[in-house]
DNA sequence: TCACTGGGGTATAACGATAAACCTCAGCCG
DNA sequence: CGGCTGAGGTTTATCGTTATACCCCAGTGA
């Protein structure tokens, strides 16, 4: 495996000048620059990112820690990072949090985190504790949740207008039972937490009595869970007229379950998601959901990292992502009128 | 950010002791162990892995590249692979092959191949001679079609009997006009080709007659594509009474398309998927799919990958996995009469 | 007493690249 | 003719680890 050495020597010069035609360094003749690159070619040279990143603590490649690789809002991020990257002559590198209890400490070690310029992080499902682990000299970008240390760059989902937004259009459209399904209040601002927190508040403004026991929790968010859950919920408790599924994964799990139970939607029971998946235009009836516009969260984190790559002592940026209602066909088409 | 050598002055030792110990190698007394380990702790030292693989080659890391990070396919085999990678101390980080017409190379580039002890390449939409620019002394695995390199080891899936049984199955339950979704002639031995020819024979063999103008071929495998070219195509053709998708995703829009050109399935058109994602369990009717037996290609890629590392001059392996047919409600239960 | 062994450790030289300082010479000015 | 300048390179000193050779000393057997 040829070095930098190995050219210098084919092409006659000293290992520095081969360095400064890879990097396009201004002190190289022309002709030299044109032998170096041949040569290079020639050899099938290739650098050694390890070598470079060791020296010069760069290596163009970017960190997107996620929790979990099978779930599609995942994919759908970092396919969208991942061009947002290439534009600029980086590349993105995805791993995974919480494949085992051991797992998720060590995919946030400096070790791992170092073998980056900067790291995106999604915090989903990690704590406040296993984020203030990390040294704040290394460039973190936190994404998703509300309750993290601040000296971190962070975007945050919009998370309790978004479930409002949610319940909101149910509730307009003549829903008066709606089950939260994958709710819960973990005791701090977590995802769970505030989504719940946004379906209460939608209730409350409308002046609609909030039931506890509408909340139906979830140990993961998986479809299959989902779905046995509501088709068991819906076998008790025939009023209710309404699901907001905490995620659009969820949502379909649901969609399952209520066609388990006989129902049909959206005529017999509403449903929203939140995400809005690629998934949700190709359910039948099309999920109506939430969309945490990943594309601003993607331009804004790129943006931070690169601030911060910049300049480590900047003062870092809580910034929060709109959210918006997108409305298909689990959700009825007009306005319903009140239940008599 | 303290490195070996700060950990060495604490402890009072040379920074060779506190690599021994830190690598568990033998020749280290057991207090001197624990008072390293302690200043360890203490300094918040952690090792820096660009410096270790400069030096030893080993990170410990493995590579998983794939086309695409938002197709399921990929984040179900992702998350399989960081399971088995992880109960051996290894952890996996995912790149993405075909962002851009530039990145693609690059991905591929031994520049970051190198960053990782061996990478596992899902070839799907490579060509021969992207993969074959490989340095053949590098630890990969292919994944996927049939027609790679030799010199490598390769898993593929068994995408003519596949695809074979997937269409006598539409065949066995009646069906006469089985339109193959995503199919073509690619001129070489692709995944589109393979699933094509599966589909032909299948046909042949039951002296049913090959329409060519019955492959309904799509630039990509997404659900759109799927949904506009179905509905186009039922609208000209109401005699089609099944659709063999190429993916499972693909069927996810062939089941829209249908949907949308008012017809019902399994009674007006049956479906047959391939990759079995967990989706196709929550579709309605769910879908009838070739299930590519991901878990069994996880395990031997693993361990050819692992035989590869321990000794790079092992005969290379060429497997192929079992696939099967699972039946669900997009194809028809029990047997049908043929048609009259 | 001496060579020998082995446990516990240290000193030194890389791995491959780059930052920073330095060198060399032609051309030019005063 | 001496000194200055700038283009085009080269030399040197690392970056943080680890492989390798080596050292020291206590105990052992002869």
Do not use: C
């Amino acid at each position: 495996m040829p070095t930098m050495s190995d050219v210098a020597r084919a092409a006659g010069v000293s290992v520095m000048t081969v360095s400064n035609v890879l990097n396009g360094k201004p002190r190289v003749g022309a002709e030299t620059r044109l032998r170096v690159l041949e040569v290079v070619d020639e050899l099938g040279y290739e650098i050694n990112l390890s070598a470079r990143r060791l020296r010069s603590g760069r290596t163009g490649a970017i960190g997107l820690v996620v929790p979990r690789f099978d779930h599609p809002y995942f994919g759908d991020l970092a396919a969208r990072l991942s061009s947002a990257l290439a534009s600029t002559g980086r590349h993105l590198a995805v791993e995974q949090s919480d494949a085992s209890k051991e797992g998720e400490l060590a995919a946030l070690s400096l070790a791992r985190l170092q073998t980056y310029d900067g790291v995106i992080l999604s915090v989903v499902g990690l704590g406040y504790d296993d984020i203030d682990r990390i040294r704040p000299s290394f460039p973190v970008v936190l994404l998703g949740e509300q309750h993290m240390p601040p000296r971190f760059d962070q975007i945050h989902i919009d998370n309790i207008t978004g479930a409002r937004l949610a319940t909101e259009h149910l509730l307009d459209r003549g829903a008066r039972r709606i089950v939260m399904v994958g709710g819960g209040d973990e005791g701090h601002a977590s995802m769970v937490t505030l989504r719940t927190r946004g379906w209460e508040l939608a209730q409350q403004e409308r002046g609609v009595p909030v039931d506890d026991a509408a909340v139906l929790p979830l140990d993961r968010f998986e479809m299959s869970s989902a779905r046995i859950a509501v088709r068991a919920l819906l076998a008790r408790d025939p009023s209710i007229d309404a699901f907001f599924a905490i995620t659009d994964q969820v949502a379909m799990g649901v969609l399952a379950g209520i066609h388990d139970a006989g129902l049909r939607v959206p005529d017999d029971v509403q449903v929203v998601g939140f995400d809005n998946l690629a998934l949700g235009e190709f359910t039948m009836p099309g999920l109506t959901t939430i969309d945490p516009s990943n594309a601003w969260i993607v331009e804004n984190a790129v943006a931070a990292l690169d601030r911060r790559i910049a300049d480590r002592d900047s003062a870092p940026q809580h910034l929060v992502s709109p959210v918006h209602l997108v409305e298909r066909g689990t959700s009825r088409a007009s306005r319903a009128a009140p239940s008599p």
